[in-house]
């Protein structure tokens, strides 16, 4: 079983998180995500290529939604917003130190300059108000003896990327996950059920959009096959006649 003082220690420690709901980069709808989701979509994507803690990515949403809630920002910035974001928790999370993370383009082109980078660093720390030793939903998680395994990673991740879900408390999406898991050592809140349930509905969800994105791209490709089988044919067609022409 879990400690009571260790959770009561984390609440009394966790602070609200910063989300700014009328902020238009929070605005979604059931056909498309929003343009915050997006960009964390995109961060897991670009986190992919290190082993970093499930802890370094909580982090870097917090960064996030507290970046937004206290600056204004174009969308050309959004990328550089995320990148050094990862940067710093990264920093602050993983033992081996990375250098500033760059962004460039198909040409090798950089999309952003050095002076900004250390501009939007020096912002995300003002915003963050120097505090970066934050409470995440993998803090409740081991608090209450949750193995947090590959299965639970992804399922936090999942939960990184919707902000509809997201924007429960940590603690609250913790004990989300642990009814989502089947979890029996607690008897859980109505609220706690309904945010459940929401991340059952979102999973289902995005498998049955996974499942006709695999269908539709296996359709273009029987689609396809007929054209190229033709296009080899008379590929191989057009170099027998060449052999006969030459032995003649």
């Known amino acids: 079983m879990f400690s009571f003082a260790d959770l009561r220690d984390l609440i009394n420690r966790d602070k609200p998180k910063a989300l700014n709901k009328h902020n238009p980069y929070y605005s979604y709808d059931s056909s498309s995500p929003s343009r915050r989701d997006i960009l964390i979509q995109w961060i897991i994507t670009q986190s992919s290529q290190f082993q970093h803690s499930i802890k370094t990515l909580e982090l870097t949403v ?17 990328q550089l917003l995320g990148i050094s974001a990862y940067s710093i928790a990264s920093k602050f999370y993983e033992t081996e130190i990375l250098s500033q993370i760059k962004l460039y383009n198909q040409e090798s082109q950089a999309l952003y300059n050095d002076e900004e980078y250390d501009e939007m660093e020096e912002q995300i720390l003002k915003a963050m108000g120097y505090q970066l030793n934050l409470i995440t939903s993998s ?11 590959e299965n639970v990673q992804n399922l936090l991740m999942f939960l990184l990327m919707d902000f509809e879900i997201y924007q429960y408390s940590n603690f609250e999406l913790a004990l ?15 609220k706690i059920l309904i945010v459940s349930q929401l991340i059952h509905k979102k999973l289902i969800k995005a498998q049955e959009i996974q499942c006709d994105k695999y269908e539709q791209e296996d359709t273009n490709s029987v689609e396809r096959s007929p054209q190229i089988h033709k296009k080899i044919s008379k590929k191989r067609e057009s170099q027998r006649i060449r052999q006969v022409q030459q032995q003649n």
């Open 176 to 190: 989300a996950i642990m009814h989502y898991q089947n979890d029996t050592r607690l008897v859980f809140s109505e």
């Open 139 to 149: 803090d409740y998680l081991l608090a209450m003896n949750v193995e947090v395994d």
């Open 62 to 78: 917090l960064i996030i939604d507290t970046y937004l809630n206290y600056f204004n920002i174009s969308t050309e910035y959004l």
